[in-house]
Each structure stands twice: as C-alpha cells, then as structure tokens.
C-alpha cells in the first residue's frame, strides 16, 4: 500500500451501504469537505442525523450509481454487492474502499489522530494491514510525539487530540 493524502474538498465521495461502518467513514469524509453521496436502501441512526450534509440515494447499489465519484466506500454487509461496487470502480478507474474484504478495495483508510497546533494540524496515519495493531501503533505516537522538538506549540482546545476513525 502506498500512503496518500487526499483532498477530498467538493469532490464527490460515493458511500454505499448505511450501517455503522458506512457511518464512521461518512462522518470523516464530510469533515474532509467531501460532497458525499450514500447510496442504501436504508439509514443507521448515525447516517440519519447527517441527511443535511450529504445526498441520500434510497435504493440499493445500481449501474451508474459511481457516475462522478473521485473515491467509492463499500460497506453492505454483502460481499457479493461489495465485490459488485469494487469492480466498477475499478472499471472506471476511481479507487475504493471495501471496508468488507480488505483485499478485495484498491485502497484502504489507515488509522489516524490530528494533533492541533500553533502553526496548523498535524496528522499521524498508521496502516499494516491489521486495524487493530494499526489503532495501538497511531495511539501509541500521537501520544508521545515531541512537539517542541519541531518547534510546535500544542493547541489545547476542546478535542485537540482528535481520534478520526
Ligand atoms: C483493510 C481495512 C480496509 C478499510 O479501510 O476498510 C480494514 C478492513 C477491516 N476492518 C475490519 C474490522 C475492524 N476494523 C476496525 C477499525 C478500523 N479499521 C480501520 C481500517 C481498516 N479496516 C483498513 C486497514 C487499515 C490498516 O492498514 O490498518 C481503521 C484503522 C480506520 C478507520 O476505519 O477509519 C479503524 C480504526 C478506528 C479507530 O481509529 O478508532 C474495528 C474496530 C472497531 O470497529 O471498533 C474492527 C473490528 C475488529 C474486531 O472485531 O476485532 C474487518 C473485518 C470485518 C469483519 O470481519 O466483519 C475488515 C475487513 C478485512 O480485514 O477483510
Ligand atoms: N473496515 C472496517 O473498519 C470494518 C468493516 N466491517 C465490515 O463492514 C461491513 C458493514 O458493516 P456494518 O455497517 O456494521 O453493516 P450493516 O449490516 O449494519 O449495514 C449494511 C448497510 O448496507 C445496506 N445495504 C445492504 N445491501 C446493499 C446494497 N446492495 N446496496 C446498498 N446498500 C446496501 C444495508 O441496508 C445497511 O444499511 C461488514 O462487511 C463488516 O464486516 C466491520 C467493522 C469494521
């Protein structure tokens, strides 16, 4: 895997399904400024209290649902419709995660906080294929990370160490 630093701001992100997982990474990728589509039959309470943020398609993934998108999320639940979702982005060239079956995306989320500081954010994703071992390797850093030895004063306000997951 080769780490990458998106710039999600105004670009279409197409999440399909509606559940929890679907909900963590919405949640991110609007924070991220993404103009986020979601497309499943129905909503987790989580996606519900995001429906002013985002554009819900209220059916189930269909052909030409991808039309646009920079980056596609899948997480039905269903490895046939992941796999379905995978293939046409794949088709059309646009990177995806199948947050049910790792190997299966052309891209994965790694595990990530933003620490708050003076002279901006700084983020610290870890990723090793293994999500836990990634959450306590991210956990451990940010935990630890010596912000005047780079001359970096913390910013402490509310949630200043940001988990985003
Ligand atoms: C490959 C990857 C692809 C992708 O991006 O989706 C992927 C795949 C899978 N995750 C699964 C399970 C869980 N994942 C989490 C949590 C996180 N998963 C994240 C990333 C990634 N997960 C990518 C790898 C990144 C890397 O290189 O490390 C994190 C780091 C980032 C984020 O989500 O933002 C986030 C940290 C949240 C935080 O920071 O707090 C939890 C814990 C929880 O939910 O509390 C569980 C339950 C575990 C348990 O129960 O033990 C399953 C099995 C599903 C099943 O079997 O049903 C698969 C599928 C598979 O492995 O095939
Ligand atoms: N990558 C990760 O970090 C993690 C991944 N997972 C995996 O993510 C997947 C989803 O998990 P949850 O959100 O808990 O599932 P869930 O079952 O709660 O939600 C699935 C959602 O997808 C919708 N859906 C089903 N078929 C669809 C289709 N054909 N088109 C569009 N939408 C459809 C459902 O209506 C529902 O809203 C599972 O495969 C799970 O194993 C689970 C934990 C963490």
Do not use: Q
Not at 13 to 36: E, H, I, T, W
Not at 56 to 70: E, V
Not at 130 to 152: E, H, I, N, Q, T
């Amino acid at each position: 895997m080769f780490p990458l630093a998106l710039d999600l701001a105004g670009r279409r992100v197409v999440a399909v399904g509606g559940g929890p997982v679907s909900a963590r990474r919405v949640r991110d990728f609007l924070a991220a400024g993404a103009d986020v589509h979601v497309v499943s039959p129905e909503l987790c309470p989580e996606l519900e209290a995001m429906l002013g943020d985002l554009t819900w398609h209220p059916h189930r993934y269909r052909d030409g649902d991808l039309t646009g998108a920079w980056l596609v999320h899948t997480a039905t639940g269903d490895p046939l419709a992941d796999a379905r979702v995978a293939a046409a982005a794949a088709e059309s060239r646009i990177w995806c995660v199948n947050a049910g079956r790792a190997h299966r995306g052309t891209a994965a989320v790694p595990a990530r906080a933003t620490v708050e500081t003076h002279a901006g954010r700084v983020t610290v994703a870890v990723t090793s294929g293994d999500p836990r071992r990634s959450m306590a390797v991210r956990d451990w850093l940010v935990g630890r990370l010596p912000l005047a030895r780079f001359g970096l004063l913390p910013r402490p306000r509310r949630g200043s160490l940001r988990k985003s997951a």
